[in-house]
């Protein structure tokens, strides 16, 4: 489901660059010369990697580079707090099945929760990647000749980095620098 919004993104927008929640690594991975990006993708960095190889100067950037392995927001942590915040009938329910469901208000309670369960980790995985990715994405907005950008974020990620890029102030001068970028555009 998150391929098909991204790319219905990517498609109503018609952006300028992509920027995607992974790191320089993988998005070198997607490049042309080393994977070829199949369709149907299988997530949104081979997505959006697909449709910078079929689109004319669409750029792709990482906008995370932070290790991914061991985030607070596991599967067990939010069927618990979703079930506990009655967005889930059981803490046995799948979150997958109700991530797509939440709104803006529902995500902030998620995060409320996650922060008064698990403080010093919450912000660690949660508040310092949103700090780097709104950094990231500022820079981007920066950039000469870009104009339209699709940015893709775990929804835990969300409203954090759109609160940060609603007040410019709120993220650290330290983070705001241009990710690494690519044109996968082949003739």
Request: no cysteine.
């Amino acid at each position: 489901m998150a391929t098909t919004r991204l790319t219905g993104a990517i498609t109503g927008y018609d952006p300028d660059l992509v920027a995607v929640q992974t790191d320089r690594e993988e998005i070198g991975y997607y490049h042309p010369d080393v994977y070829d990006p199949r369709w149907p993708p299988r997530d949104e960095v081979e997505a959006a990697a697909f449709a910078t190889d079929h689109m004319d100067e669409l750029l792709i950037s990482g906008i995370d580079t932070l290790d991914q392995t061991q985030r607070v927001v596991t599967d067990r942590s939010t069927r618990e707090i979703f079930a506990e915040l009655g967005f889930a009938e059981s803490k046995y329910e799948s979150p997958l099945e109700t991530l797509y469901d939440l709104d803006v208000a529902m995500i902030r309670q998620w995060r409320a929760a996650l922060l008064d369960r698990y403080p010093v980790k919450f912000r660690e995985d949660v508040l310092v990647p949103d700090e780097v990715m709104a950094g990231h994405l500022q820079a981007l907005i920066d950039i000469e000749g870009i104009e339209t950008i699709v940015a893709a974020v775990g929804i835990p990620h969300l409203t954090g980095v759109l609160d940060r890029l609603a007040d410019p102030d709120q993220i650290p001068d330290e983070v705001v620098t241009v990710p690494p970028t690519a044109n996968y555009f082949t003739i």
